[in-house]
């Protein structure tokens, strides 16, 4: 059982910056695929970005294409997502999720692991 911590969210201007930190515990963290998710209220929870187990593969939607990064330091069991040019349509829960499947996968149920989120909210 893989328990995910999510950290990292807050308040920022549009154009600002945020970096969201994800620290995994009770499993082999280098073999899970890392996923990051959001949602917004009255949405279905969308994929964001997401890497491989080695970090060899990353894949982001096309809405953050460009301004946010996925990471990850398996030493550290962790992950993150270092999110740039925030704009106010970011606003949302942010979602880490892991999967034992070494493919990265854009459906929320692909993933076995979630944490419990951390808001982002962009003001304009």
């Known amino acids: 059982q893989v328990q995910l911590v999510e950290s990292g969210g807050g308040l920022v201007q549009a154009g600002g910056s945020l970096r969201l930190s994800c620290a995994a515990s009770?499993?082999?963290?280098?073999?899970?695929?890392m996923g990051w998710f959001r949602q917004a209220p009255g949405t279905e929870r969308e994929f964001v970005a997401a890497?491989?187990?080695?970090?060899?593969?990353?894949r982001y939607a096309d809405s953050v294409k460009g301004r946010f990064t996925i990471s990850r330091d398996n030493a550290k069991n962790t992950v993150y997502l270092q999110m740039n040019s925030l704009k106010p349509e970011d606003t949302a829960v942010y979602y880490c999720?892991?999967?034992?499947?070494?493919?990265?996968?854009?459906?929320?149920?692909?993933?076995?692991?979630w944490g419990q989120g951390t808001q982002v909210t962009v003001s304009s």
């Open positions: 999720a892991a999967t034992q499947s070494r493919s990265i996968w854009y459906q929320p149920h692909r993933y076995d692991y």
């Open positions: 009770g499993g082999t963290f280098s073999r899970y695929t």
């Open positions: 890497i491989s187990w080695s970090a060899s593969s990353t």
